[in-house]
């Protein structure tokens, strides 16, 4: 099983390790310490010796931040998390507050006084936000210092060593651009900018740019790594060598100078002197290496990881590839859901026996490298959790009468899945079925939807929601994000939310995952991915237009569709998805799988 | 008339008047000076003293701006104007470029020699503009100068006197909030933000802020001023004191200090040693302001005028009046569509006479103090140009088989109207009629939307293109703008739009106008004022909705609906909207008119 269910929840360790923490404190004459869940990429998935809030405080959220001062320390988590950080949280030692409404910089300014002193880990955090906590210290008098170690590694005994899985080589026929194209578009990028070099923080850049993934973080296949891009001639990475294969080494060698980790601050100390504009990423670089430049001959220029937006756009080859991971990842999910319908009338399923199975069916296609992320296995009113991870302490039955929330997805060679399906168990009521339809609305919305040259995320993000606003509803997340091409499962610049102010261009993989949350009761939620292209011309259409090619394919359940509550053209795409799905998974299915799939994928008729 | 149909375009001027400026800009050892088509308030109407881009030039568009080079010059026009310029400005004199493909900044680097200077009027640009520019002059090593005195007005011979109509009051009864009431709320705003005083050079804001108006500018009923907002005590006005009668006067000294415009920079130099923070709006205030208190004890704080956000939610009294001044003006409205279908099909009837024929029903309410901006009377292919103005030489007549648009409005006491309607004139084809239920669909998209709290217009805005998006079409302006109450026609923070990043609120007065434009054919526009409101509860609803309560009251033109490609919910809510303009509209009409409006107002079927 590439997840654990385990139940990792262990306040008891808290209240010893911040009283050693406060010795540090003390011993550096600081008031606080910044603990954020962060590595020194600000991936989304952290190494063991990146845990550093959860050893300290028991919490495993995927953000959150500690704050810990000599007298009181606090835990700052979003909403959603303010449920599952009490249990998993000492809060005699830790008073657990809910971000944005409680900010870290208001409790700074509560808790400590002028003059006093914050320390903090500039690995960890970006520039942006050390300019925040700056300026909110600076309102308040207080001091806020770098410090070259960091106080929990100084205090954790058997800290895990960094990782170090061997790196492998991407191939060309899964990426589509040898590195030494990708490096020649950013070289062009910098000579145009009249910049010296970039530095490249961010492992999943790197693994793009050099068509090299690894295994260093769950999930998502990284290479721990760093870069600096010069304007003209070979990177340099910063690489660990011990994961590189004598061939792996090789191949690299051509494109780049491979040097040490340790290598890395002379090497910034070199690049501060050659009086040439660097650039760095304020929203993703760690204030390091701001820290590591200032005060040297060069210019630091911040602009973005010039990687994120090329590596948005897929070439033809990485969207072969993701319809081939996305039709096998189908048949998989077809087989699932042929199980679950057959097996979940005994009423004994649960939502780890569910997980586990769906993980089988994936491995079974022989080409499962990692799941994208940890299943989302939500039975009743575990699904109206947003971000629920079922373990032994809350694993449910899969009741007749209820929904069955799973969101889930794979790593293949060829592509990244994210799929979210939302399914009967028995007989659905009549407002379940209400609310699916209106989801499902919302979903065709995106889905169907035409729209033109510089349309942006934020202006598709109300066609998912226009029909759950008509019903007085909504969800409170994103609509869609960015997927890698078997990298990140959650990969920017492009977003459909409120914030989606990037324009959506063809090439790009998106997701499209409306929801309805019933508190205690059920969670709907249908996603697919889709891909960003341009349109068919339609008669009479006088401007180029784009639309979505939906990339997932596995059928949306028709006992939850309220067919009466969907308009002609909304039930065309239902039905036409469906009859897609039949003619491109049917034949790889057999026997009972197929005849599932084909009742599942019948017309709905109108009402 | 309060509108000219004159042919104002006159080429001639331009030659001689720019050497003229040239002379001036040798004797202040200058390389060019900017003229922009603005006043010291940033107004949208500028006072015929302002006019300094059109003495100039011959352009008379409502944005531009000109620089004067000693060896070249250009004009700077946005889309909306390429077509119009030419004809007015003397080519050979002003090359004429397209903002923003073409940028005045661009220009300068591209024309001044480094270390030459470019001369400024502080007076006439944003704080925020000079600020760009100032950047563009670092880039280029180029000076940028203000002056003292405008080198327009030093060669403009017969320059009109500035205006000096009389400001009078705007009673309570319209205004719904005394003067002094509103100013402790702006008070209460300072003494929070802990700023000493605020700068206001809006005269729409100190017209709100004190229940006056005035007519110093064309159309919109402005007094043209300045204030100065201490945190405690009264504000000071600076104002003309022949524009005020004595029981103005009188009334004003309660709630105000009234002190003549030339005491203003001497009143800023006091404030500037009042060592607290001053706070300036840099995208309205002039960098005059700026530079005034530059250098002085005084922090110069940034941030938005205060009155804009507290002025665009209205009151009570003030919805009543604007229901009320909506009521007058349908009335208005539908004796004039009445009167053009009876007299259109003659084929004589032309876009002059039109427009004359609107606002003599407009007058016989007998409560037209204006109109709230020129109106645009465009037949057949003037109807495609969205800001078309109608002259003597323009002047189109109405013929059979052709679409007439009509975007008009009036400014009454209690209230300011903005309405489109597009007629078809004799029989229309089926693509008029397709393109025009397309634009209804996206005008009903946005008048029937229900919508959650934190909603911004840019999340309204796809909802009004969707259905244009879906056949390949698209309009090139935003959907709605916010509109005054008995003040400006066009007024911020809100608009329905690709930026329109505020949020929107109950209160708030929007317009709703998706258009299509048939280049060389014909123009479709719809648009009526929406009231955002607290929205009716529906069942099963969950969460607090918004919705638009539709103000304006007129039919939309039945005969070029093609009910087929409406849905029954659209439909219903257009048939909703005849019966209520039926029911409120029609016991104000007698005979004929009345007539008109019944069969105007028929319910659509299905089909």
Known sequence: MFQSFKDIADPSKGGPRVARLRKELKSRNLAAFLVPHADEHQNEYVPPNAERLSWLTGFTGSAGI????TGSAALFVDGRYTLQAPGQVDTRVFDILQIPRSKPTDWLKETLKKGEALGYDPRLHTIKAIERMQKAADDAGLRIIPQDENLIDAIWKGRPA????????????????????KIARIHKQLMKAKVGAVILTLPESIA???NIRGRDVPHTPLPLCFAIIPAKGKPELFIEPKKLSANVRRTLARDVKLRKPEDLSSALTALGNTNSKVQLDPDTASQWFEDQLKGALTEI???????????????????????????????????????????????????????????????QTGALKEISFDTISGAGANGAIVHYRVSESTNATLKPGTLYLV???????????????TIA???????????????LKGHIGVGAARFPKDTRGVDLDPLARAPLWDAGLDFDHGTGHGVGSYLSVHEGPQSISKRGMVALEPGMIISNEPGYYRKGDYGIRIENLVLVTPARKVKGGERPMMSMETLTLAPIDRRLIDASLLTRNELKWLNAYHARV???????????????????TEPLEAT
């Not at 010039?306 to 070439?315: E, H």
């Not at 168990?425 to 989801?439: A, D, Q, S």
Request: hydrophobic share 40%.
């Open 208 to 210: 793009w740019l050099l």
């Open 301 to 363: 220029v911040h602009g973005a990881d010039p990687c994120i937006a090329l590596k948005a756009k897929k070439n033809k080859i990485e969207i072969a590839g993701t319809r081939a991971a996305h039709k096998r990842d189908g048949v998989a999910m077809c087989r699932f859901l042929a199980w679950l319908d057959a097996n979940a009338p005994s009423g004994k399923l649960d939502e780890i026996g569910a997980a586990k199975k769906l993980e089988a069916f994936r491995r």
């Open 162 to 181: 960094p990782p170090r899985a061997p790196v492998t080589l991407h191939p060309l026929k899964y990426s589509g651009e040898p590195a030494a194209k």
């Open 582 to 600: 039949l003619k491109e998974i049917g034949p790889e299915l057999k026997g009972k799988d197929k005849a599932w799939l084909e009742q599942a």
């Open 425 to 439: 168990i028995g007989e659905p009521t009549k407002n379940m079925r209400r609310h699916f339809t209106l989801v």
């Open 407 to 421: 969101d889930s997805g794979a790593q293949y060679l060829d592509g990244t899945t994210d799929i979210t399906r």
């Open 66 to 69: 500690a704050i810990v001062g």
